[in-house]
């Protein structure tokens, strides 16, 4: 038997999931619509129209030089604003450990 009016609060699906569906929604039109924009700044032609082999190195180079520079940008920027040394690992774990040992908390 369902209830009705249906509970606000699912706990199967906290309002937490709703934030995280839009955010996904959202960042797949941005991605959809920068796509669109990049073949259209290369000079593509939709339409079943032979491109050219200029258009076609370019889409070659959107399809791997792209995605290769923004990979290493990343790359970078958590070399230096996220630096994980061995001692910085291991101290974080002491705290950590220590948190459980004050809290009780086995692991």
Do not use: C
């Amino acid at each position: 038997m369902s209830a009705f009016p249906p509970p606000l609060a699912d706990p199967a699906r906290p309002p937490a999931h709703a934030l995280y569906s839009w955010a996904r929604k959202l960042g797949q039109a941005f991605a959809g619509g920068l796509a669109g924009w990049a073949l259209a700044a290369i000079g593509y032609q939709s339409g079943g129209v032979q491109q050219s082999d200029a258009v076609l190195d370019e889409i070659y180079g959107l399809a791997t030089l792209f995605p290769a520079i923004i990979f290493a940008l990343a790359g970078l920027a958590f070399a230096f604003w996220y630096p994980l040394s061995t001692k910085r690992v291991n101290d974080s774990v002491a705290t950590l450990e220590r948190k459980h040992a004050d809290e009780g908390v086995q692991a």
